[in-house]
């Protein structure tokens, strides 16, 4: 039983030898790479701006609303974000927003919105952040007046610059 067990291991031994000598490898060389990612997104929007009290003797009453709030993503240094309107609001009326910054960035505050981008967000770099709240606020002198509603679309843009 002896001789039939070491016959048996020699056996296995050399099986085991036979087969590795004729292994095989292969190889394959695989290309990746990470470019540039610069996305912003709102979610919401304000309820409509509606200028309809004054104080006498003074102009019309501004009005303010949330705005629902944005998310940016960047793996760049050195962002901001911009915004414009697509077309120029009436003689009269002012139409401000502000952004609240991401950690490490700077609101510009209160900014005037008109059809030439204007910078809101400031000194953004290599970020993920979601829940960022936008504020509007809607002003008018005292010689407009607008039975009808209007509209405009505001762009939001991430573009290089401090």
């Known amino acids: 039983m002896r001789a ?22 292969a190889t ?3 290309q990746f790479q990470v470019t540039a990612v610069n996305q912003i997104g ?3 929007g304000p309820a409509p701006l509606v200028i309809n009290t004054a104080t006498a003797g003074s102009a019309p ?8 709030s944005y998310a940016i993503t960047t793996n760049e240094e050195n962002k901001k974000i911009t915004a414009s309107l697509d077309q120029p609001l009436p003689p009269g009326v002012r139409l ?3 952004l609240a910054a991401p950690v490490g960035a700077a609101s510009a505050g ?3 919105l008109g059809s030439a981008a204007a910078d809101l967000v400031t000194g953004i770099s290599t970020l993920a952040a979601s829940a960022l709240p936008i504020t509007y606020r809607l002003s008018a002198d005292v010689t407009v ?4 509603p209007a509209t405009r679309t505001v762009t939001f843009t991430i ?3 401090s």
């Open 4 to 25: 039939v067990k070491s016959t048996m291991t020699t056996a296995l031994a050399a099986v085991v030898q036979a087969a590795s000598a004729h292994a095989q490898t």
């Open 28 to 30: 394959q060389v695989i």
């Open 110 to 112: 209160d900014v005037s």
């Open 42 to 44: 709102v979610s919401g």
């Open 159 to 161: 573009v290089s610059g």
């Open 96 to 98: 401000e927003i502000s």
């Open 145 to 148: 007046h607008m039975p009808s």
């Open 61 to 68: 009453t501004s009005v303010t609303a949330a705005g629902g």
